[in-house]
């Protein structure tokens, strides 16, 4: 008897607390839905999840193991819409996951602006592509993106790219102990983008492992819950942005000091050509525009090389058949390379068709950005779906990299997917799409590809603990960073 009213009890709990979850869920779809209004086309399937909690606490749990169990599930529920409502980083979104529905959205600039959570605008600055006008963003993007893209100018970089692989592969293969590889490819990366951006001279004024710890810190707030208080991920990223807004603002003052005795040697790097670039008015940057460029730069420059290294070197190193092939291709620009040539140039690294395909194939399956957000300034109509004004717009990269619609059987790691392969404007974003297209992307594969040149010439890696957990956010990356060694090839 005492057993029944037992049970009668838990079964009571339980039907409560199911009434008061799907009520309260309820509520808050209702509350949101109302605040829109009436509109001509209804809003994408979907719900807001919690009051205040949205679905964060769904989106945390997929990220913890299997992140595209997240976007299944929209699926499953409402079917192959392409766009859904949510509640995500505390406001009311639409995501989309369809190519030609990312297209439209990137596209979009009359419409729609940026609009990633308020902590990655507080930690990118006011001044930087993040948090600017799209008139103001043009003219930044013409004033900088030419010292960064471009066949000549990525040409000038090559030969100070493939100084710094070699050194660093060397210094990796004489450690007698396993180390973390990211944390070294993290370093490596750092020093390529701070020798192009700070020069070589600077070097001796800024400790890099330092300015590389700051980083690393302010990348943990970028996407976390702008809560500035001790003990958050985001207070602890602000007090790293001010040390590094200090460190950088050093950076300009000594270099206006040495341009003014005329070093050309002291002015080719990227600082210096963005302290004196001019737009068709006449007009420079200012020390903030700068300040606030350099800190994404080199935030996403890094991380995007760092963490894009690691996983073709994983993925390689899983498939040794693959392996093989990159590596003859790269043996085969060796041996067909002029007596008189010692190192590499930008035409080899055209003909690395291969090895290209092997990086495109890891931007794709490993998706280091999650996602791209934009706002909607009015209410805007697609696919006949109201985006409700204000309302987030999450275009979901890894939802279309991993759609089997698009790329089938996606969780393969497949180089010869893009064998004749003419990808639908949407279907690929490692690097976003549009106008605000990453202005480094460019220079990011560049590094990459010069590193596997001499990795896969001269090393192998071991991993040590092969089968480890990998963790999603804020970028994907093994649970022990890849414990490895470095070993040269026999």
């Known amino acids: 008897m005492i057993r029944m009213v037992w049970l009668m009890v838990v079964v009571g709990l339980l039907g409560g607390y199911a009434f008061v979850f799907g009520l309260l869920r309820r509520i808050n779809n209702w509350y949101y839905v109302w605040r829109v209004g009436k509109t001509k086309y209804p809003l994408p399937p979907g719900d807001l999840g919690w009051p205040f909690l949205g679905n964060m606490p769904s989106f945390l749990k997929a990220f913890n193991s299997d992140p595209d169990s997240f976007i299944h599930n929209l699926l499953s529920r409402y079917g192959r819409t392409g766009m859904y409502r949510t509640h995500l980083f505390g406001w009311p979104s639409i995501i989309v996951c369809s190519p030609e529905t990312c297209r439209k959205v990137l596209t979009d600039v009359e419409r729609l602006k940026l609009g990633y959570p308020a902590s990655t605008m507080a930690l990118v600055g006011k001044r930087s592509f993040h948090g600017i006008s799209n008139a103001e963003h043009k003219r930044l993007r013409r004033l900088t993106t030419a010292s960064m893209t471009g066949h000549d100018t990525l040409s000038t970089y090559v030969g100070l790219i493939e100084d710094i692989s070699i050194k660093s592969l060397h210094e990796l293969s004489s450690m007698d102990r396993p180390f973390e590889f990211l944390v070294e490819m993290r370093k490596f990366a750092f020093k390529v983008f701070t020798t192009i951006f700070f020069g070589f001279h600077d070097h001796d004024h800024v400790d890099l492992d330092m300015v590389d710890n700051l980083y690393t810190i302010l990348n943990l707030g970028m996407k976390s819950m702008a809560i500035n208080l001790p003990g958050f991920a985001f207070h602890r990223a602000l007090k790293a942005r001010k040390k590094l807004k200090r460190i950088l603002e050093g950076v300009l ?32 940057l200012e020390d903030e525009d700068i300040v606030d460029l350099l800190v994404i730069f080199l935030l996403a420059g890094h991380e995007s090389s760092a963490h894009g290294i690691l996983w073709t070197i994983i993925y390689l190193t899983q498939h040794p058949v693959l392996f093989l092939t990159a590596k003859r291709e790269q043996q085969e620009i060796i041996n067909t390379r002029p007596s008189m040539q010692t190192g590499l140039d930008i035409k080899e690294i055209k003909r690395m068709t291969y090895l290209s395909k092997v990086i495109d ?17 009015v209410n805007v109509n697609i696919n006949g779906y109201t985006i409700p004004k204000d309302w987030k717009i999450l275009v979901w990269n890894r939802g279309v990299h991993m759609d089997p619609e698009t790329y089938p059987n996606p969780m393969e790691f497949d180089p010869s997917r893009w064998d004749n392969y003419h990808a639908r404007a949407g279907s690929f974003l490692p690097f976003g799409l549009g106008s605000r297209l990453c202005p480094g992307g460019d220079l990011a594969k560049l590094e990459i590809t010069i590193f596997l040149h001499h990795f896969l010439l001269n090393y192998k890696m071991e991993r040590i603990n092969p089968d480890c957990p990998v963790i999603y956010l804020p970028v994907p990356r093994p649970s022990d960073n890849c414990l490895a060694k470095i070993v040269k090839a026999t």
């Open 253 to 284: 003052e000594r270099k206006r000091n040495n341009n003014k005795r005329k070093d050309e040697m002291m002015r080719r790097d990227l600082i210096s050509v963005l302290m004196e670039v001019k737009d068709e008015e006449g007009r420079q």
């Open 361 to 377: 194939e890891m931007l794709r399956r490993t998706t280091i950005s999650f996602a791209n957000f934009r706002q909607a300034k």
